[in-house]
Structures are given as C-alpha cells and as structure tokens.
C-alpha cells in the first residue's frame, strides 16, 4: 500500500503559478503511477494530468495543457504538478492518486488517494 500526501495549495491571482506536491509513504514510489485529479464545488472530480512509473510519460487534459506540468522525483517520493496562467475555472481541491500499473486518465482505475488541497484562484 502506498499512502499519499498532497501540499502546497493556496490562494493566487489569476495569472500567476503555484505547484502543489504529493508525498508518499509506504511501498517504493516508483512501483506506481500518478494521476492529478481536481473537483471544484458541485462539479464532478476531473481528470487533470498523470505521469508514467518512470516519469518518461506524460498526459494532459486539454483543458491544462500547455499551462501545468507533471514531473516526479522517485528518489524524494514525491509527484508535483506545476500550474501557471492560472485561471479562476482551476479554482477547485486538487487530489493526487496511484495506482500499480499503467498511467491512466480515469479516476475509477486508481486505487490510493490523497486528502486534497486547495487551489483559489482569484480574477
């Protein structure tokens, strides 16, 4: 099992940049890949970007792309997602999720999730 830690949310105007961060603990980091998921008030959780075990591969949803980055670094533990332009629609709680196989964008494949934190963009 692999628990998972999510920081780094706040409050930003629009247009500027945050990164939050997911920790892990638990079983070797590297053995899972990671999705960004977000749900902002009476909207359904969404898709926001994942990473592949080794961090070679990346995917977007259009709504993010060009904007926000994925990256890891398994020797920390630790998946970030760098947001920039931000806009006050990425206003929402932003989990992190994990899962022991490959990358995927649905949240339903993924087995282990964070708490969340916030993200508050302001126009």
């Known amino acids: 099992q692999v628990q998972l830690v999510e920081s780094g949310g706040g409050s930003v105007q629009a247009g500027g940049s945050l990164r939050v961060s997911c920790a892990a603990s638990?079983?070797?980091?590297?053995?899972?890949?990671v999705g960004w998921f977000r749900q902002a008030p009476g909207k359904d959780r969404e898709f926001v970007a994942a990473i592949s075990l080794s961090g070679r591969n990346t995917y977007y949803a259009d709504s993010v792309k060009g904007r926000f980055t994925i990256s890891r670094d398994n020797a920390k533990n630790t998946v970030y997602l760098q947001m920039g332009s931000l806009r006050p629609e990425d206003t929402a709680v932003y989990y992190c999720a994990a899962r022991s196989d490959y990358v995927s964008s649905y949240l339903d494949d993924y087995d282990y999730w964070g708490q969340g934190t916030q993200v508050t963009v302001s126009s």
């Open positions: 638990g079983r070797p980091f590297s053995t899972y890949s």
